[in-house]
């Protein structure tokens, strides 16, 4: 048995004092009394349902378990211990070979299964995805998702009401599948359709989706207003700090808003990559192409926790909910500090900086 005691443990909704419980290598309790003393704040590790490349790899030119492994590997070293490698729109042999890569890599320390951002989604609100590979839902993905499921492969498709039908998105729930909107410039009840439906989520609030404007919420209005979970980018490029705060504050229900970093390969890796032929590089802390475009994002989970409690003004308990808790729910994964392996947990300074794992 060994007993830790940080300044502060987070034990997945609070900060409190105690000291941790830890049998072998598993969290047993927080509990009172002395233990061995720990300089800082122990927190579970992050969770990032969305996280494209990092250490110089991209999922959709490496989808491999060697690429999926290489990739949760660059983003441990900054406090997140659980991703879900993500494949964007693509030729249908690419999502073949993750599909493969996926089943193969189920129960790898860090991968938790598998993100699928498109290409069932919209041309005018693709960003960065290619047009030439956008389609409507079609049975290629519908069998691929139905071999990670018998595998028991999490899975997360991000799609756009413009692409799928509501019966579709209805099947793929009953799969198990979290169903996330995104990419889309539908209308607000063309959205609400697939939330009947079964849709349970929304990819990077804001981005890449139709606005809010007076006379009509868009994707953006549709998804604030909702019970449902919105990932979002917290870089102070992709949304404004000011828009961070603004949609939290307006969410319905609380802790329905989590962190994504949709980090790329110069995460852990060199300032630039490829991207369907195309290079991409860090200019001035931002991912673009060769026309100045965004181009996914150059953030850790760590980085953006520390400007949600410093820029955003958001309360150090709900930006580690952000990180930690609220992914993991979405995914149907154990939330707390109990439980865990000691492996996956990191230690924060009173900066919000992740010191050691």
């Given at each position: 048995m060994t007993l830790l005691q940080p300044d502060l443990i987070f034990d997945g909704q609070s900060l409190r004092k105690g000291v941790l419980r830890l049998e072998g290598d598993r969290v047993l309790a927080i509990q009172d009394g002395a233990g061995e003393r720990i300089a800082g704040i122990l927190s579970p590790g992050f969770i990032d349902l969305q996280v494209n490349?990092?250490?110089?790899?991209l999922l959709n030119t490496s989808p491999t378990v060697a690429g999926m492994q290489a990739i949760a590997a660059a983003h441990r070293r900054f406090g997140t211990v659980g991703i879900l490698p993500t494949v964007i729109t693509d030729a249908p042999d690419v999502l073949?070979?993750?599909?493969?890569?996926?089943?193969?890599?189920?129960?790898?320390?860090?991968?938790?299964?598998?993100h699928i951002e498109g290409p069932h989604i919209s041309v005018p609100r693709r960003g960065t995805h290619k047009a030439a590979f956008v389609r409507p839902?079609?049975?290629?993905?519908?069998?691929a998702v139905r071999r990670l499921r018998a595998g028991g492969v999490r899975v997360m498709l991000t799609l756009a009401p413009e692409a799928a039908t509501p019966a579709q998105v209805a099947e793929l729930a009953a799969l198990g599948v979290v169903i996330s909107i995104g990419h889309s410039d539908a209308t607000g009840?063309?959205?609400r359709g697939l939330l009947a439906a079964g849709a349970s989520c929304f990819t990077h609030l804001f981005n890449a989706m139709s606005p809010m404007v007076n006379r009509a919420e868009g994707v953006t209005g549709a998804c604030i207003n909702s019970h449902a979970f919105a990932g979002i980018i917290c870089d102070g490029v992709h949304v404004a700090d000011e828009m961070v705060g603004l949609a939290i504050r307006a969410r319905p229900l609380p802790d329905t808003t989590f962190l994504v970093s949709d980090a790329m390969p110069t995460v852990g890796g060199s300032d630039r990559f490829t991207l369907y032929g195309r290079?991409?590089?860090?200019?001035?802390?931002?991912?673009?192409?060769?026309?100045?475009?965004l181009a996914g994002a150059?953030?850790?989970m760590a980085e953006s926790v520390k400007r949600l409690i410093?820029?955003?003004?958001?309360?150090?308990?709900?930006?580690?909910?952000m990180a930690t808790t609220i992914p993991a729910r979405v995914m149907g994964l154990p939330t707390g500090i109990v439980g865990q392996s000691a492996a996956d947990?990191?230690?924060?300074?009173?900066?919000?900086?992740?010191?050691?794992?």
């Open positions: 490349g990092g250490g110089d790899v073949d070979a993750v599909t493969d890569a996926a089943l193969a890599a189920r129960g790898l320390p860090g991968i938790l299964g598998l839902f079609d049975d290629r993905t519908l069998t009840a063309e959205v290079e991409i590089h860090v200019e001035n802390g931002r991912l673009v192409n060769a026309e100045g475009s150059h953030v850790t410093d820029k955003v003004g958001l309360a150090p308990e709900a930006a580690l909910r947990l990191v230690i924060l300074d009173q900066d919000w900086q992740v010191r050691a794992l």
